[in-house]
C-alpha cells in the first residue's frame, strides 16, 4: 500500500512539473455527495495538455485534454484520497459567451480507508480507478462550471470490490 501511494504521489508531481509552458493551469473546488449520501469535498489541480487534440473545419468542436490531480476529503467516512487523472473535454463552440463541453477520464486514485461504513461499502484495496463523465459550461475569462458523476473501483484486482459513487459540483478558475 506504502508503494502505490508513493507511486501516486511521484505521479501527481511529474505530471506538474513536466507540463508544456504554455499549458494552461486550473484550480477547481469541487462539493458532492456519495452514494451513501456522505459529503465529499475536492481541491484539484489541472494542467492542460497545451494545444487541441482534434478540431472540426469550422473550430467550433474542439476536443482538448488535461491532467487532473486532486486531494478528496469523504465526509462522514473520516476518509481522504488523492487521485490522478487525464480528463478530455470536448467544447462546443466558440467566441463571446459561456461554451458547452462534456468530460471523460479515467485514472487512478489511492483511498486512506478503504471500508465505508456509513455508505455500506468495502472497497477491497487502497488503489481505486477512478472513471469520471461530466458536463459545464465554460467562460470568457477562462473559468469553469460543471457537474461530474464518479464511480471507483479496483477493477476486481483485490475482493470485495463493491466500489464507490459520488456526484459533484464543481468550479474550475484559470491560474
Given at each position: 500500500m506504502?508503494?502505490?501511494?508513493?507511486?501516486?504521489?511521484?505521479?501527481i508531481l511529474g505530471a506538474m512539473a513536466f507540463q508544456p509552458?504554455?499549458?494552461?493551469?486550473?484550480?477547481?473546488?469541487?462539493?458532492?455527495?456519495?452514494?451513501?449520501?456522505?459529503?465529499?469535498?475536492?481541491?484539484?489541480?489541472?494542467?492542460?495538455?497545451?494545444?487541441?487534440?482534434?478540431?472540426?473545419?469550422?473550430?467550433?468542436?474542439?476536443?482538448?485534454?488535461?491532467?487532473?490531480?486532486?486531494?478528496?476529503r469523504w465526509g462522514g467516512e473520516n476518509a481522504t484520497s488523492?487521485?490522478?487523472?487525464?480528463?478530455?473535454?470536448?467544447?462546443?463552440?466558440?467566441?463571446?459567451?459561456?461554451?458547452?463541453?462534456?468530460?471523460?477520464?479515467?485514472?487512478?486514485?489511492v483511498f486512506s480507508e478503504t471500508e465505508f461504513k456509513e455508505a455500506d461499502r468495502d472497497l477491497g484495496s487502497a488503489f481505486q480507478f477512478e472513471d469520471l463523465i461530466g458536463a459545464g459550461l465554460r467562460f470568457d475569462s477562462g473559468t469553469q462550471a460543471g457537474i461530474r458523476l464518479y464511480h471507483y473501483?479496483?477493477?476486481?484486482?483485490?475482493?470485495?470490490?463493491?466500489?464507490?459513487?459520488k456526484v459533484a459540483l464543481y468550479y474550475r478558475m484559470a491560474i
Open positions: 506504502k508503494k502505490c501511494r508513493l507511486w501516486l504521489g511521484s505521479a509552458a504554455l499549458a494552461e493551469r486550473g484550480l477547481t473546488a469541487e462539493l458532492g455527495q456519495t452514494s451513501g449520501s456522505d459529503m465529499v469535498y475536492r481541491l484539484g489541480m489541472q494542467f492542460d495538455f497545451g494545444k487541441p487534440i482534434w478540431q472540426s473545419d469550422s473550430g467550433s468542436v474542439q476536443l482538448e485534454g488535461y491532467w487532473d490531480a486532486g486531494i478528496t488523492a487521485s490522478i487523472t487525464p480528463i478530455f473535454q470536448m467544447r462546443f463552440g466558440q467566441g463571446a459567451g459561456p461554451i458547452p463541453f462534456i468530460e471523460a477520464g479515467i485514472g487512478a486514485a473501483s479496483n477493477a476486481g484486482l483485490k475482493e470485495p470490490n463493491q466500489g464507490i459513487n
